[in-house]
């Protein structure tokens, strides 16, 4: 599917009838925007995904949603869509189409489709979204419902993540950090990747499991079934008209802020110290702060897992050198029966060492010599290590007491 060309009428700084063709030959086949800052180039991405997606367009990417905040809702960004030059003209409707060829989608088969939305802020209170294959409205997209006929047959809103974005889009994916952001570009992702044809696939082979069990189940548990199903369809129901309060209450967020806004910027032209310039400052530093701190917070979390052992650390210090010193203490004990085994040992192999028989040594010399060496050896052997292991006690000590 190619993009042959886009009309653009009255919107934004494209005042009248604009036509721009894109069509392409074997030869030529790439199609470069390209102009000064303020021409238009972003006002023509963003008509492209208005188009497309309308209200949905700030699920495409946060610089639409932003956009639609700051003007006070979807509702104040689209009257605010029109030419300036037209309005003074009393004109007022705009719209944007976009045409399709080389089209092939097996469900409809066709050559042509021309996506068209339109505004008039005489006539309608929202856009209009309509749908044109060879010429013709299309059945299938009246049936399903035109957002949903571009959603599910165009392109994804998933896929118009990675299609539509200038830039600083590239950047703005390197930064993805908070976990709705990563959840959504996740879901982008598969998408893309084709993970999503293979999860509908495993849906659609689970719901004919249970097709199979519902056809084979007892009377009593269809009756049951039926139950279920019909508590599902009304939870749905609820999930639906939920879903809409929160598109009304995000409007009504955007509106009240964007009231707000405009109150501030009145009082400071009233007489405040400071000016709208120094507001804007402000609040562009706000964004940027809020912003880092939402990084720091995310940059907390992934330390979490470490927080424990950076706790922990002079404990485990604590703890290895209790460990060196035991295993100390038992060397040192060791070595200490060692010397008193071999000073046995020597002292016996002295007795039982024959004297010769012109030496005479009395009892009480020998018993001396005896006496004397060993201490001796206690004194330069024994001695040192029972002042190491007093010394290994008392720190022993001193740590149990902690």
């Known amino acids: 599917m190619i993009i042959k060309e886009i009309e653009l009428n009255n919107f934004r700084i494209y005042k009248g009838l604009n036509r721009i063709d894109l069509s392409t030959s074997k030869k030529q086949n790439i199609v470069i925007v390209s102009g000064r800052n303020g021409f238009g180039k972003t006002t023509f991405l963003m008509s492209l995904v208005w188009c497309l997606y309308g209200r949905q367009m700030q699920d495409v990417d946060d610089i639409y949603k932003k956009e639609i905040e700051d ?22 409707g705009f719209h944007v189409s976009i045409t399709f060829t080389d089209v092939n989608i097996p469900e409809v088969p066709c050559k042509e489709i021309v996506v068209k939305r339109s505004f008039n802020s005489k006539e309608n209170s929202t856009d209009e979204l309509e749908v044109l294959i060879d010429g013709y409205q299309s059945e299938l997209a009246k049936q399903a419902g035109s957002d949903i006929f571009i959603r599910e047959f165009i392109m994804p809103i998933e896929i118009a993540k990675f299609f539509f ?59 049951q079934l039926k139950k279920l199903e019909s508590d599902v369809e009304s939870c749905e129901i609820h999930i639906r008209e939920n879903q809409k309060q929160i598109e009304d209450l995000r409007e009504r967020k955007s509106e009240k802020s964007k009231e707000s806004r405009d109150i501030q910027e009145k009082l400071i032209k009233s007489g405040s110290l400071i000016t709208v310039e120094e507001l804007v400052e402000i609040r562009k530093q706000e964004e940027e702060l809020t912003t880092k701190l939402n990084q720091l917070n995310n940059a907390l979390k992934d330390s979490y897992d470490i927080i424990p052992f950076a706790i922990a650390g002079e404990k485990l210090l604590d703890v290895n050198s209790q460990v060196d010193n035991e295993a100390n203490y038992r060397l040192a004990q060791y070595k200490m029966q060692n010397v008193k085994d071999v000073t046995n040992k020597i002292l016996t192999d002295l007795d039982y060492e024959p004297i010769p028989s012109e030496v005479v040594i009395p009892h009480k010399v020998r018993k001396y010599f005896t006496e004397t060496f060993e201490k001796l050896i206690l004194k330069h052997f024994f001695l040192i290590y029972q002042h190491y292991l007093s010394n290994l006690k008392s720190y022993m000590n001193s740590l149990i007491q902690r």
């Open 71 to 92: 003007q006070g809702g979807y509702s104040k960004y689209i009257s605010n869509s029109l030419n300036r030059l037209a309005k003074a003209e009393d004109e007022h």
């Open 165 to 223: 974005f200038d830039a600083e889009k590239i950047v703005n994916l390197a930064e993805v950090n908070t976990t709705e952001q990563k959840k959504k570009l996740s879901k982008a992702y598969s998408e893309v990747l084709g993970i999503k044809k293979y999860e509908d696939l495993k849906g659609e082979l689970e719901s004919l499991q249970l097709k199979i069990k519902q056809e084979s189940a007892s009377a009593n548990e269809q009756i």
